[in-house]
């Protein structure tokens, strides 16, 4: 009895890609909990949680409910949840014999974490909404550009990433906004690499959840420079964090 990860396909080999995806993911394969994914497209996203009853993680602008994936079922328990930080809570309190995600009562610390890496890193998202449009099925090509150029007021998908001087000055602000929080990994260095030093946790698994993302939405296409020049940025140390978790991607 396996416990099923909703996500949604890509033409990304492995169908893997979006980074709330991943959080999930290395939460479950980090416990070492037997999951398998099932793949929903992510036009059919809204559907299949309201025909599960998942709760919604979230409004949309005119008030109606969002529901959104990562969304698990747990055989164990009959439980359904969506949204992959209250996914990591949940496992981390139903399989407490397995490793912990927020050690030693870190939820609320982790929380302000993932609050401060995502405020840093807000350029990014002009770089990859269009490639990321690019790699959806078919099926969901409507749906998501609707969504991704609503974000952008209604700019068209084409037109949203930087050119010329403004990717290169908002390239070197995605930069110095993983520089920013390099300062937060940096304070326990010398007990290791990783946000709490020596032992991984929901941190580590929210920055490592975006450089797969990046990784592979770039690596070996003609935006290859980019991954390459993000694992390069701050001493190599993205490279290496997501070396230290790569035993932890395999997607089921
Ligand atoms: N806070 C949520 C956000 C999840 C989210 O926004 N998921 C997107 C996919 S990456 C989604 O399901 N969107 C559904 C839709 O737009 O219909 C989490 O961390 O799980």
Known sequence: MSIILYDSPTTVPGKALSPNMWKARFCLNYKGLAHKTEWVDYC????HSKKLNIKPTGKNPDGTDFHSFPA?????TGVYLADSFQIAVYLDKTYPDTPAI???NTIGLQAAFEGIFMASIGPFLGFTLYDTWAVQLPVSHDYVRKKFEGIFGGMPLEEIAPKGDRAIEEWKKLEEGFGKVEGLF???DEVG???LGDRVSWGDIV???FLIYFKRLWEGTEKDEQWRNISTWQG??????LDKLDAYTAIH
């Open 72 to 76: 698990i079922y747990d055989p164990k």
């Open 236 to 241: 190599g140390r993205w490279a290496a964090l």
């Open 193 to 195: 690499p990783l946000v």
């Open 207 to 209: 920055v490592a959840s």
């Open 102 to 104: 927020f050690p030693n």
């Open 186 to 188: 940096k304070a326990t």
């Open 44 to 47: 059919d996203i809204q559907e």
